[in-house]
C-alpha cells in the first residue's frame, strides 16, 4: 500500500526554522518524484518545492526559493523540507506528494495534479 506521512509542523516565530519529513512506505522512491506542496484556509494549494527521482533537480517556487531545501534519504526513505527565514505568509498546511516518472531521472515538478498520492499534511504556523 502507497503511503505518505508527514511530520515536523509546529507553531514558530517568523524568521525561525523548521525541518518536514515525509516517510514514505509502500513504493520505491527511485521512480518517484516527491513535491512538498501547501494550502492557507481560503487559498489553492501551491507547490513549493520538489526534487527528482534521482534525488536531484531540486525546483522551488520562487516565494521560498534561498529559505527552502528539499532532500532525499533512500535509506531512510524519506524526503525533508528544510525551511528557514519562515515569514507568517509560509503558515499552510504542507502535504508532501508522489509522482510516478522514470526510475532515477530528472523530472520535477510543482503542479498538484500530476502527482498521483498524497499525505495527510502537517501544520506549520509562523507567528508574528
Known amino acids: 500500500q502507497y503511503r505518505l506521512v508527514e511530520s515536523g509542523g509546529d507553531v514558530v516565530q517568523s524568521g525561525g526554522s523548521l525541518r518536514l519529513s515525509c516517510a514514505a512506505s509502500?513504493?520505491?522512491?527511485?521512480?518517484?518524484?516527491i513535491g512538498w506542496f501547501r494550502q492557507a484556509p481560503g487559498k489553492e494549494r501551491e507547490g513549493v518545492a520538489c526534487i527528482s527521482s534521482s534525488g536531484g533537480s531540486p525546483k522551488y517556487e520562487d516565494s521560498v526559493k534561498d529559505r527552502f531545501a528539499i532532500s532525499k534519504d533512500f535509506a531512510k526513505s524519506t524526503v525533508n523540507l528544510q525551511m528557514n527565514s519562515l515569514k507568517p505568509e509560509d503558515t499552510a498546511t504542507y502535504y508532501c506528494?508522489?509522482?510516478?516518472?522514470?526510475?532515477?531521472?530528472?523530472?520535477?515538478?510543482?503542479?498538484?495534479?500530476?502527482?498521483?498520492?498524497w499525505g495527510q499534511g502537517t501544520q506549520v504556523t509562523v507567528s508574528s
Open positions: 506528494a508522489a509522482m510516478y516518472v522514470e526510475r532515477l531521472t530528472g523530472t520535477t515538478s510543482l503542479i498538484p495534479d500530476q502527482f498521483h498520492f
Open positions: 509502500g513504493f520505491d522512491l527511485e521512480y518517484y518524484a
